[in-house]
């Protein structure tokens, strides 16, 4: 069992080590008729809103009597951090972001990574550091740049992800390779690291604090600290597989998700030219999705729902 049970509605396509994939696929109406299972994926997506805000071990001891008021608590603080609100509004308004939008903190509020934390939680076993609101600073805006710091205790890695949601898988990858190619650095890594040391150390129930603080310590050489971290990069993107077909399992689209898979994953390796790419344990993490624009648009509409409960 997995802490949202995910596999459910997610399936896990591909699964090498440099290369992962994840797909949600149809099932049928009550006419009868196969549709995109973009509601459950919602809501098993507003699943993990409490762990994301608060964080994974708040999340563990919170009472059931509690629970309620925690997910609506949850979802209002979400429209507290920078960026979620203004594309709220975009979207209520029937608009959408395009994917030359530079502005990071507007890139925030579509989600991308909300997915990357269900990911790495239900298919790679991993535990957050620590929440988004921790990280939040009192004007809403989050102080570090890794859209998901989470760890691997039996391994003892500490996974840095990064998460985009495009309309374009091929913008969504450039993008990620402009993200590794930012804060894979040494300096980078020093100062997130810093911010991150300094907020973890108020924390007493973070497994093996001192290792991970040790790890991140200035005294470590940048080689032994690569070596220790995972980047899995996400890009959920929209594609068109899912309205050309309605079955997942034919064996036209199968061939056809893994030809596009394969040439995205080519094109990230075209592209990327990280001096550092043979320390770095990168993980290109694929999701195409039916329609971005209704994922992130369903999304903010059941945030709204459960900012209600309370």
Not at 154 to 179: C, I, M, N, R
């Amino acid at each position: 069992m997995t802490p949202f049970n995910s596999d459910k509605i997610i399936m896990h396509q591909i699964n090498d080590d440099q290369l992962s994939s994840f797909i949600v696929g149809f099932d049928l109406d009550e006419n009868a008729e196969k549709v995109y299972r973009l509601k459950p994926f919602i809501e098993k997506l507003t699943d993990v809103i409490h762990e994301f805000a608060f964080g994974f071990h708040e999340g563990t001891e919170t009472l059931n009597t509690e629970l309620v008021s925690k997910v609506a608590e949850a979802a209002k603080s979400i429209y507290k951090i920078d960026g979620f609100q203004k594309v709220k509004d975009i979207y209520d308004n029937d608009g959408t972001l395009s994917d030359d939008v530079t502005e990071k903190y507007l890139r925030r509020g579509e989600f991308g990574e909300l997915i990357l934390h269900l990911l790495l939680r239900d298919f790679y076993k991993t535990t957050p550091l620590l929440s988004k609101i921790y990280f939040k600073d009192s004007l809403g805006h989050t102080v570090h740049g890794f859209d998901a710091v989470h760890i691997q205790e039996d391994t003892k890695t500490l996974w840095l992800g990064e998460s985009k949601l495009y309309h374009s898988g091929k913008s969504g990858v450039k993008a990620l390779v402009e993200d590794i190619a930012e804060h894979f650095k040494s300096d980078y890594l020093n100062s997130e690291f810093m911010l991150i040391s300094k907020k973890i150390k108020h924390f007493n129930n973070i497994p093996e604090k001192d290792y991970w603080n040790n790890l991140m310590s200035k005294s470590s050489t940048l080689s032994d600290q690569l070596a220790s971290i995972n980047i899995p990069l996400l890009c959920t993107y929209e594609c068109e597989l899912f309205s050309k077909y309605s079955d997942e399992k034919c064996e036209e689209f199968i061939q056809e998700y893994t030809l596009e898979i394969n040439a995205l994953k080519d094109y990230f390796d075209s592209i990327n030219v990280h001096p550092l790419k043979s320390h770095l344990n990168v993980i290109l993490i694929l999701f195409p999705v039916q329609n971005k624009k209704a994922l992130v648009k369903g999304l903010h509409h059941r945030l709204s729902l459960l900012q209600a409960l309370s």
